[in-house]
């Protein structure tokens, strides 16, 4: 994800860093969310159920607070198999703008940002999907 102030580095759960342009090229629904978050707790099985309904959008977690084992089994607890990435020093979350959890991005091919929220159940993720499939120009 390319915000439009800077690319960043996200780590993967193999303590991997890349750049978040790396992620450019289809479009991306963008979670930012941890643990000890109960909103971000309480949308993200619903993630899971639309993740595991679609293949148009890339899903994608990132967690600025906890562990990878934290992440992973918290995200995994409620049915989450997309990427999760850490963004230790919170240089996307800060490039982005967040400033309350838990914030989605719906991002197009070419990695601009088209649409920002907090807090999503199946039904509102399913509609900013398809608003975001119809101002991607790739699909």
């Known amino acids: 994800v390319v915000s439009k102030r800077q690319d960043v580095v996200l780590v993967d ?4 860093e890349g750049p978040s342009s790396q992620l450019v090229g289809e479009p991306l629904v963008v979670n930012l969310w941890f643990s000890s978050c109960p909103p971000c707790a ?35 607890e409620r049915g989450v198999t997309y990427d999760q990435f850490r963004d230790e020093f919170a240089e996307f979350t800060d490039a982005v703008g967040a400033v309350a959890f838990p ?7 070419d990695g601009t940002i088209v649409d920002q929220t907090g807090v999503l159940d199946a039904d509102g993720l399913r509609q ?9 120009v790739s699909t």
């Open 42 to 76: 309480q949308e993200l099985p619903e993630f899971a159920e639309v993740d595991a309904e679609t293949d148009d959008v890339r899903f994608i977690g990132v967690n600025t607070i906890d562990s990878v084992e934290v992440m992973e089994r918290f995200a995994g």
């Open 128 to 136: 900013r999907i398809d608003n975001l499939l119809e101002l991607d």
């Open 103 to 109: 914030l989605t991005l719906f991002v197009t091919s």
């Open 13 to 16: 759960r193999d303590d991997n």
